[in-house]
Each structure stands twice: as structure tokens, then as C-alpha cells.
């Protein structure tokens, strides 16, 4: 199975400063990763696919680039409504395994 | 607007099965792949299972396979996750979601609905 090992696991930042997480494939994935943004208590939401597409409707301060084993996921200028985890995904090949999620908190 | 679903989730003892289902609207059922995703207390995301549009293809966690089967009804528009042998470990918030393609062979999976979850609980 590909492991998926994200970091920081968690960072603490403030309104406006940028935000970077990386994620790390035990194998080569190409561009089939995905980033998704979870809330507590709430199902997870969908941010980027294949590595670099921005999905319908999320806002464009999110980006994300990598291909192969490294990935990133930037969040330009953090918004209030942007603390919260966020996990990538390999979906190269079954089990479609997650990352251990990075926690943003509010500085 | 996509809706999804999920029930069926019970306190249940080790051992024992539970199955859960998971309507869905608001969307063409038979055209996309469907997954289950799970998230214990306090703990990440953990993919469950996948089902092609079609229910020809299906692929598991390994933590799952031999115990849990997917299935759908696209007549009914309804997915389905049955849990056999449960063990203390399987207790998490079960979650479908719904895939941007059919399978695959259409393009990488990609998981742009999700439903609220179900709570699955097994007791020793």
C-alpha cells in the first residue's frame, strides 16, 4: 500500500499569513492527489484534484502543485474560515490512502 | 442540489454485522463511482471501499477486505456498506461520497460529495 505522510501535523498562524503543507508519497503517484479541508463536526470538503486543479467553487487563494512522490497545498492569505485540517489523498491506486491531516490553528 | 444519505449506524457488539445504506439525489446515481470513507473518534480519514458506477468494479482497505462488502442499487439510488465480523477497531463515522467519474478508466477518483456520516460503534 502507498503511505502518505503530510507535515507539519499541525501550525499555528494568523488572519492573512500564507500557509504551506506538504504531503509525501511512499511511491511515485504522478499527479493523482487530492487535498480535501474537514471542520469539526462537519464531512470533509474537496480543495484540489489531480495535484493542481482547483475544485468548483473553492476560493482561489487556494493553490496546490507536485507530481511524483511531492506535493503542496497553499493557502495564500488564511482566512478565518480556513482554520481547520486539511488532508491529502493518493488515488493512483486501491487503497486510496489519506495523509495523517495537518491541523491550522489560530495564532 | 447533491444529497447524500447515510443510516443504518447502531451500537453493535464484536462480532456481529450492520449494514449501512446511503441515499442519494439530487445527481444521476448510475453515472459515478461511490466510496465509503471512515474517521474514528478523534482520529484522520481512513478510505473504506470504492464501487464503479456499475458495481462491476470493487476495491477495499485492507483493515476491511473478507469482512465488508459494497454495493449499490441504482434503481433505488442507493449505496450500501455491509459489515461483517466487526470488531472495536471498525468504530468510526462512516461517510459515502460521491466520485467525480464512473471509474478509473474515466479519470483519477476524486471525492466531490459527501454525505454526514452514520456512527458506527462496536462494543466488547
Known amino acids: 500500500d502507498i503511505q502518505m505522510t503530510q507535515s507539519p501535523s499541525s501550525l499555528s498562524a494568523s488572519v492573512g499569513d500564507r500557509a504551506t503543507i506538504t504531503c509525501r508519497a511512499s511511491q511515485t503517484i504522478n499527479k493523482n492527489l487530492n487535498w480535501y479541508q474537514q471542520k469539526p463536526g462537519t464531512a470533509p470538503k474537496l480543495l484540489i484534484y489531480a495535484a493542481s486543479s482547483l475544485q468548483s467553487g473553492v476560493p482561489s487563494r487556494f493553490s496546490a502543485s507536485g507530481s511524483g512522490t511531492d506535493f503542496t497545498l497553499t493557502i495564500s492569505s488564511l482566512q478565518p474560515e480556513d482554520f481547520a485540517t486539511y488532508y491529502c489523498?493518493?488515488?493512483?491506486?486501491?487503497?486510496?490512502?489519506f495523509g495523517g491531516g495537518t491541523k491550522v490553528e489560530i495564532k | 442540489q447533491v444529497q447524500l444519505a447515510e443510516s443504518g449506524g447502531n451500537v453493535v457488539q464484536s462480532g456481529r454485522s450492520l449494514r449501512l445504506s446511503c441515499a442519494a439525489s439530487?445527481?444521476?446515481?448510475?453515472?459515478?463511482?461511490m466510496h465509503w470513507v471512515r474517521q474514528a473518534p478523534g482520529k484522520g480519514l481512513e478510505w473504506v471501499a470504492v464501487?464503479?458506477?456499475?458495481?462491476?468494479?470493487?476495491y477495499y482497505a485492507d483493515p476491511v477486505k473478507g469482512r465488508f462488502t459494497i454495493s449499490r442499487d441504482n434503481s433505488k439510488k442507493t449505496l450500501y456498506l455491509q459489515m461483517n465480523s466487526l470488531r472495536a477497531e471498525d468504530t468510526a463515522i462512516y461517510y459515502c461520497?460521491?466520485?467525480?467519474?464512473?471509474?478509473?478508466?474515466?479519470?483519477?477518483?476524486?471525492?466531490?460529495?459527501w454525505g454526514q456520516g452514520t456512527l458506527v460503534t462496536v462494543s466488547s
Open positions: 489523498q493518493q488515488t493512483y491506486t486501491p487503497p486510496l490512502t
Open positions: 464501487i464503479s458506477y456499475d458495481g462491476s468494479k470493487k
Open positions: 461520497a460521491r466520485d467525480l467519474w464512473g471509474d478509473s478508466s474515466y479519470g483519477s477518483p476524486a471525492l466531490i460529495d
Open positions: 439530487g445527481f444521476t446515481f448510475r453515472s459515478n463511482a
